[in-house]
């Protein structure tokens, strides 16, 4: 996809601002990786913001159903 001319001069302009590059740096610096605790996965977390989410949402849980079958593979 091809930009225009305008849009590609505003984010050369852009890239050289120096206060935009110490917000991205800031922001970087500030990320975390979401449902991660101590280098693991946080499956706790997770399953959490699932459910709050759902519940957000309003989301309708599907009913429980066992799984019959005897010999499953991959």
């Known amino acids: 996809m091809k930009i ?12 050289k601002s120096d206060a935009f590059r110490k917000e991205m740096d ?27 989410f759902n519940e957000f949402i309003n989301h309708e849980p599907k009913p429980f159903k066992p799984l019959i079958d005897r010999e499953m593979k991959l």
Not at 31 to 52: C, N, S
């Open 26 to 52: 800031l922001l970087g610096a500030r990320w975390k990786v979401p449902f991660m605790k101590d280098g693991e996965v946080d499956v706790d977390a997770y399953i959490e913001f699932v459910t709050l």
């Open 4 to 15: 225009s001319q305008d849009a590609e001069k505003e984010l050369i302009e852009l890239a």
